[in-house]
């Protein structure tokens, strides 16, 4: 999952392999979370969002997750390719109408051939 | 569309001196932000606005100005720089919908502006 501190969490995942990436947020009144990727180089690029009167929501081989009770959200890929590798940031809304997010310090995953 | 569009890519400054980052959208987004990314961390808001004329800070606006005059472009400017500002700064935009459910897109973010203040 995401901590504080300097060095990226990492997961190391086997090509093909389901990965998991872990988020836990801080502010309770948090409406809206979103998972974004982000390769090197680049800014980060949408992947999947949530809003707080959902507990589940599906993309393609992407899967969102998200426990109110313990504020927890996390990121599941399915049959992870080489193409997925990247940073994963999790982000919450705490602005209440104007987008205010909060990022998480992210995780690297790492794709195992 | 180009999308979210930042400029330059990499700047190099010394102590003291001022610039502009530009940054411009051409999808008629309402709302536009500046986050820096720092190393091994998440992304921190800077300021943002909510329209044209319309501007507010966000969790680290020290030493950064902004200003909205039309809804395409959304300048950060650096008074005097500092080594602190040493990061990679990203501008994104994003829509409302209208109508009784209105809710904000997700953030559509620029490549990023590598900025060095030696």
């Known amino acids: 999952g995401e901590s504080v501190g300097l060095h990226l969490p990492t997961l190391s995942v086997q090509e093909g392999d389901n990965s998991i990436i872990n988020c836990a947020y801080s502010?309770?009144?948090?409406?809206?979370f979103i998972w974004y990727k982000q390769e090197s180089g680049k800014g980060p690029q949408f992947i999947i969002d949530?809003?707080?009167?959902?507990d589940k929501r599906q993309g393609q081989r992407v899967t969102v997750l998200l426990n109110k009770t313990v504020k927890h959200l996390s990121l599941q890929i399915a049959a992870t390719q080489p193409g997925d590798s990247a940073v994963y940031f999790c982000?919450?809304?705490?602005?209440?109408?104007?987008?205010?997010?909060?990022f998480g310090q992210g995780t690297r995953l790492t794709i195992n051939p | 569309n180009a999308g979210v569009t930042q400029t330059p890519k990499f700047q190099v400054l010394k102590t003291g001196q001022s610039m502009t980052l530009q940054c411009a959208q051409d999808?008629?987004?309402?709302?536009m932000s500046w986050y820096r990314q720092d190393p091994g961390m998440g992304l921190r808001l800077i300021h943002y606005?909510?329209?044209?004329?319309?501007?507010d800070q966000g969790e680290v606006p020290n030493g950064y100005n902004v200003s909205r005059s039309t809804t395409e472009d959304f300048p950060l400017r650096l008074l005097s720089a500092a080594p602190s500002q040493t990061s990679v700064y990203f501008c994104?935009?994003?829509?409302?919908?209208?109508?009784?459910?209105?809710?904000?897109?997700?953030?559509?973010f620029g490549n990023g502006t590598r900025l060095t203040v030696t």
């Open positions: 949530i809003r707080s009167n959902m």
């Open positions: 982000a919450e809304n705490t602005g209440q109408g104007a987008q205010k997010l909060v």
């Open positions: 502010n309770s009144a948090s409406d809206y």
């Open positions: 994104a935009s994003s829509y409302r919908t209208g109508g009784k459910s209105s809710y904000n897109s997700p953030l559509h």
């Open positions: 606005s909510v329209g044209a004329g319309i501007t």
């Open positions: 999808m008629n987004h309402e709302y």
